[in-house]
T-cell receptor
Framework: DSGVTQTPKHLITATGQRVTLRCSPRSGDLSVYWYQQSLDQGLQFLIQYYNGEERAKGNILERFSAQQFPDLHSELNLSSLELGDSALYFC?????????????FGPGTRLLVL | EDQVTQSPEALRLQEGESSSLNCSYTVSGLRGLFWYRQDPGKGPEFLFTLYSAGEEKEKERLKATLTKKESFLHITAPKPEDSATYLCAVQGYNNNDMRFGAGTRLTVKP
């Protein structure tokens, strides 16, 4: 158990809909990262938040947005969903400091868009 | 742009048959190279971080090594429970994110 929690575990929805995925980082971690993993793409970095502020952006679509709240939990909002958005979405957290930051991953949310 | 290539894509071993997985990388200033293990439908589980050439780390049957261009994950006398996908990732000084390779899917037969 990494200490990172994600809800819900599974989500089934229809095209055009909007969903919200939630992540609680490990105790003491200030950074939260969101990743998408699909069968043909592997793990793709979406976005990072650090202590409430956006810090880095990867291959995140304009239909997707995220935020990190004062209690450090984060939410990833996916809107106007398409079939191709079906994937596993992972959240990771890390503690800043040192020459590198090891990221610890949550169990993921499996999203199925029908 | 940072790049990570893992080989082989898949590896089938007999229990006890040692082997190595390769991770080749290009990055502008390496902050860290990471190895993760991922079981189907689950989140990646952290194994090792390496950040300078020549560094080695061990954990049970696994040993990770690092050069300036690649990293190896050596698996000694593997057991069926070592079956998983092993992911390599790099973090450069120009990025806050990690760039992942496609992974090596390891199957260990009893």
């Amino acid at each position: 158990d990494s200490g990172v929690t994600q809800t819900p575990k599974h989500l089934i929805t229809a095209t055009g809909q909007r969903v919200t995925l939630r992540c609680s980082p490990r105790s003491g971690d200030l950074s939260v990262y969101w990743y998408q993993q699909s069968l043909d793409q592997g793990l793709q970095f979406l976005i990072q938040y650090y202590n409430g502020e956006e810090r880095a952006k990867g291959n995140i679509l304009e239909r997707f947005s995220a935020q990190q709240f004062p209690d450090l939990h984060s939410e990833l909002n996916l809107s106007s969903l398409e079939l191709g958005d079906s994937a596993l979405y992972f959240c990771a957290s890390s503690t800043p400091g040192g020459s590198q930051e090891t990221q610890y991953f949550g169990p993921g949310t499996r999203l199925l868009v029908l | 742009e940072d790049q990570v290539t893992q080989s082989p894509e898949a590896l089938r071993l007999q229990e006890g048959e040692s082997s190595s997985l390769n991770c080749s990388y290009t990055v502008s200033g390496l902050r860290g190279l990471f190895w993760y293990r991922q079981d189907p439908g689950k989140g990646p589980e952290f194994l090792f971080t390496l950040y300078s050439a020549g560094e080695e780390k061990e954990k049970e049957r696994l040993k990770a090594t690092l050069t300036k261009k690649e990293s190896f994950l050596h698996i000694t006398a593997p057991k069926p429970e070592d079956s998983a996908t092993y992911l390599c990732a790099v973090q450069g000084y120009n990025n806050n994110d990690m760039r992942f390779g496609a992974g090596t899917r390891l199957t260990v037969k009893p």
